[in-house]
């Protein structure tokens, strides 16, 4: 028998970068349709698990937390596995942790382009290959890239925007390979959306670039962590079992305006 995702759903979800923003989002939204979470958190990470842990409860989820570095390959397999020994099984695993760094390229060491690819590419690869080692039956996977890379060039940011260009390459490429046992991969490409990373004015726009930013949306607005969580729910469900190595991107019509 098909297996459904709503309302009756018990499949599980592992998700790296659980602790806020869209990976926050999404543990709740996986709350709402009975998808049971395993929420990954950094330790470095400044932004609680534990608030992700409270939210999903109090939506009437069930989840659990799990400290995960993505850089280390044997932490990573140890949060894929921790799904079996919670739940018993694995269904999705939802790549989304990332890191964001500002660095010029007269500024960008071997080290810093290392450890940046380390997490937001080598990352990824990480999780979906532990997911995919675990995964008895049909799955779906999903990697979050960005609208920076994944469309767009971004100056002073070419370690970030390579990795995020990466991401597609390799979800096109486990989607071929790993079709033949039923798991899907695809990639969601974020526009300008409001979380704690691109609230940081170092690193990213800050708030007031963000606010500059929206004039040029069609939407009108930046988008929210939901928006994102919803697409990425939607691509992990059965409404979405015909669509495997695609990458959606969500982005309130930004890239399609005609320039001015």
């Known amino acids: 028998m098909a297996?459904?995702?709503?309302?009756?759903?018990?499949?599980?979800?592992?998700?790296?970068?659980?602790?806020?923003?869209?990976?926050?989002?999404?543990?709740?939204?996986?709350?709402?349709?009975?998808?049971?979470?395993?929420?990954?958190?950094?330790?470095?990470?400044?932004?609680?698990?534990?608030?992700?842990?409270?939210?999903?409860?109090?939506?009437?989820?069930?989840?659990?937390?799990?400290?995960?570095?993505?850089?280390?390959?044997?932490q990573v397999e140890a949060f894929a596995e921790h799904a079996l020994t919670a739940f018993g099984r694995l269904d999705i695993a939802v790549a989304n942790a990332g890191v964001l760094r500002r660095a010029p390229?007269?500024?960008?060491?071997?080290?810093?382009?290392?450890?940046?690819?380390?997490?937001?590419?080598t990352g990824v690869l990480r999780t979906l290959r532990s997911a995919a080692r675990r995964m008895d039956g049909p799955g779906a996977m999903v990697a979050v890239s960005s609208i920076a890379g994944g469309v767009y060039g971004w100056d002073d940011h070419a370690h970030y925007a390579a990795a995020k260009a990466g991401v597609l390459g390799l979800c096109r490429s486990l989607a071929v390979e790993l079709a033949p046992r039923g798991i899907r991969v695809n990639s969601v490409v974020p526009g300008l959306i409001e979380t704690p990373q691109s609230s940081d004015p170092v690193n990213s726009l800050?708030?007031?670039?963000?606010?500059?930013?929206?004039?040029?949306i069609p939407w009108g607005r930046v988008g929210r962590p939901g928006e994102i969580a919803s697409a990425i729910a939607y691509l992990t469900s059965g409404g979405a079992s015909y669509i495997t190595g695609q990458s959606l991107v969500v982005d309130g019509g930004l890239t399609v305006r005609m320039p001015a």
């Open 3 to 74: 297996r459904t995702d709503h309302p009756t759903d018990r499949r599980v979800a592992v998700i790296t970068g659980a602790a806020s923003g869209i990976g926050r989002a999404l543990a709740v939204e996986y709350a709402r349709r009975g998808v049971r979470t395993v929420i990954g958190g950094y330790p470095g990470d400044p932004h609680d698990p534990a608030e992700t842990e409270r939210l999903v409860k109090a939506a009437g989820g069930e989840c659990t937390r799990y400290d995960v570095d993505v850089r280390d390959p044997a």
């Open 105 to 121: 390229l007269d500024r960008l060491t071997d080290d810093a382009w290392d450890d940046m690819l380390s997490v937001d590419l």
């Open 206 to 216: 800050g708030p007031e670039g963000l606010s500059r930013a929206a004039g040029g």
